[in-house]
């Protein structure tokens, strides 16, 4: 019986066969005469930090059609604010690319783009670099050492970086032997499409001294990121990010987790929110709070700046229906405690009944009551969310973040007075992420800015959650 190709065999066989139509595209072009990039992916990367490289990617093997309105010129407008570089798939028959695609990538973006292809002759560099290529992606498992060491000499000739893309131990060992700068390691084998995330941990060691180390493939959220980054210079993520309606807010749960700024007062505050890389945007309606506003105040910041997902916070236990309006994602419940267990469940299915189907119920909880750790376990089937809290909520203190049970951290957000001072610490506590509001506003003594948010504070807090790793 014969031998059906793997799903790589496959690709690497199309390409051949695509040769010829590529040298037709570049007929009459002086190959000889090719600009040099000047945009490096190794320097873009190198910066220090956990780094992205963000791809452009319509279809694939595994999934099929991943967005069927496929627009890479505005999937670059978005990456550009998050990315160290951007990937654009040229492949056609399974991946649905097009070198078109890496030309408008590479006129709309000031990030280096990277070819991903399937690169097996010189006229796919040309064509990668003559379309606006930065760097191109050469695979250990469907290229000899030899082909390598041609290909590779031609794209250093022409400026383009080398993202050398390992799956096993043999490869990694002859990516070192070759001298790899960019050293990725694929989680996904491509030639049964199954993913093994353990996989760079194992190849990682095994890379050149002074490599960077790129994890690929099966990078979909933050805890991976920060689990893989002790040994990881950057990931490269495609599908994940593509296959989202909003792609702007799912870079953000990629880069920074799900992490939210509370007490919002003005449209410039939530604006910097968001471009600090905010999930969510809490507006607080408590009229003794410094931090009120007022639904005609939240109702223009929300029309304003609809990427962040809105939260209505408020001490009530009735009236949640007048708080909802277009773009409020959850209400969060800051009552005082209601006396006993029972009497809070029945208060999270109140509210429930009064906000309807489609909005969140979150509960706030002080961790610094004797019932608080007790009070989060129980809480877990009747609230999407819980925000753990000193007191009940809005002191600026932290508490003692020991007290946190271990089955509520992935359903939590961490609060209580968290900044660029101490965020490195709550988020070694676990929980899913941070809720940031006093710890990033102007102190007391700041004259008129006293009680603001603080736009730089906010920047360096969310600058050190993007670069933080266990």
Known sequence: MT???????????????????????????????????????????????????MECKSSSPSLGTIREHYEPGELASIYSRYAAGISVLCEPDKFGGDYDHLATVASLTHLPVLCKDFIVDEIQVYAARYFGADAILLMLSVLDDASYTRLSTLAEHLGLDVLTEVIDEEEAGRAARLGARIFGVNHRNLHDLSIDLERSARLAPLAPEGALIVSESGVRDVATVRRLGSHS????????????PDVDLAARMLVYGPNKVCGLTSLSAVQAARAAGAVYGGLIYESPSPRNVSRETSAEIISHE?????????????????????????????????GSIDAEIDLMDSVRSQVGDGVEVWRAVSMTRPEGAQLSTALLGSA??????AQDGGSGAPFDWNEVPEDVKDHALLAGGIGPQNVADALRVGCLGVDLNSGVEYPADAGEWAGRKDSAALRRTFTTIRNFHF
């Open 233 to 244: 210079d950057g990931f490269l993520v495609g599908s994940h990010l593509t296959g989202q």
């Open 306 to 338: 609809p990427h962040l997902k809105y939260v209505a916070v408020s001490r009530r236990t009735n009236g949640w229906a007048e708080l909802l309006q277009d773009g409020v994602h959850a209400v969060q419940v800051h009552a005082p405690f209601q």
């Open 3 to 53: 031998k059906l190709p793997t799903v790589l065999e496959g690709i690497v066989q199309g390409r051949f066969r695509h040769l010829d139509e590529i040298k037709a595209r570049l007929t009459g072009v002086d190959l000889a005469t090719l600009p040099r990039s000047e945009r490096s992916l190794y320097n873009s990367l190198a910066r220090g930090g956990t780094q992205f490289i």
């Open 384 to 389: 999407d969310k819980l925000v753990l809290d």
